[in-house]
C-alpha cells in the first residue's frame, strides 16, 4: 500500500476519495487510521511537542498486525494521542497567560466580567447567544432560540448547535456566580476561557465537565 496521508491532498474529501479508490476494501479501515495517526504526528511537529516514544514503539507494534485488529488498535492509540495533545496544547496556552504576567480581577465579579468580554469576543458560539439575548424579548427568549440556532448554523451542524445550547447553560451559571459574587472554581476560569478553541469531540468532553464542575459548586454553596 502506497503510504500516502492527508497532507498530500488538497482536501479531506480528496483524501477520502483516493483511499476509497485506490486502497483495497478491507484495508481502508487501516488506511484512514493510518493518516490520521499521520496527522496528530505533524501537528506534534508543527507545535515542536517531542513524539512521546510510547506512541512511536505502539506504531511499530501495530505494524506487525494483520486484519481488522490492526485498524482497531491504531484508532484506539489515535484517541490516546488525540486526548495527549489538547492536554498539551491547553497546558501550553495556560503557561503563556502566566508567563505574560495577566492579572487576573481582584473579586469573583470583576473576574466573571472579564471572563464574559472576552467570551463575547473570542467565543463565536457564546457571541451569538448573547447576540441574541441582547436583541430580542424576554418573552421570546425561549419560543424562538433554536429556530434562530438553526437558522443561523444549519441543520448539519450537530456539534456546533450542541456546543451553542451548553453556552447558553454556561451563560446562567455564570450569571448566578456573578450576581451572588461566589468566585469560580479552582482552574475553571482558564478551562472556560478556552473552552471554544478545543477540537472535535473533546469540546463537548470538557463542556460537560466544566458545567458539571459548575453545578457542583453551586450546589455545595447554596447548601453551605
Known amino acids: 500500500m502506497t503510504r500516502k496521508t492527508p497532507s498530500d491532498f488538497s482536501s479531506h474529501d480528496d483524501w477520502l476519495s483516493y483511499v476509497r479508490s485506490e486502497i483495497p476494501g478491507p484495508e481502508q479501515p487501516y488506511a484512514l487510521a493510518f493518516g490520521r495517526a499521520e496527522l ?25 498486525l494483520h486484519g481488522p485488529a490492526r485498524a ?27 508567563e505574560n504576567d495577566t492579572q487576573r480581577p481582584a473579586s469573583p465579579r470583576e473576574e466573571i466580567e472579564d471572563l464574559f468580554n472576552h467570551l463575547a469576543r473570542k467565543n463565536p458560539y457564546f457571541a451569538l447567544w448573547t447576540f441574541y439575548k441582547r436583541g430580542v424579548s424576554d418573552h421570546s427568549v425561549v419560543e424562538e432560540w433554536d ?13 456546533e448547535i450542541a456546543f451553542t445550547r451548553a453556552m447558553v447553560v454556561l451563560d446562567k451559571l455564570l450569571v448566578f456566580f456573578h450576581d451572588e459574587s461566589l468566585a469560580l472554581p479552582s482552574v475553571a476560569f482558564e478551562r472556560i476561557w478556552f473552552l471554544h478553541s478545543l477540537p472535535g469531540p473533546e469540546r463537548m468532553l470538557r463542556t460537560r465537565a466544566v458545567l458539571g464542575m459548575l453545578t457542583a459548586e453551586l450546589a455545595a454553596c447554596t447548601s453551605a
Open 147 to 159: 429556530e434562530y440556532l438553526i437558522q443561523e448554523l444549519g441543520t448539519q451542524s450537530a456539534e
Open 72 to 98: 482497531v488498535a491504531l484508532e484506539s492509540l489515535n484517541d490516546v494521542m488525540f486526548r495527549n495533545l489538547t492536554e498539551c496544547l491547553l497546558d501550553r496556552a495556560l503557561l503563556r497567560i502566566s
Open 40 to 64: 496528530f504526528r505533524s501537528v506534534y511537529q508543527i507545535q515542536r511537542l517531542p513524539f512521546p516514544i510510547q506512541f512511536a514503539e505502539e506504531m511499530e507494534r501495530i505494524e506487525t
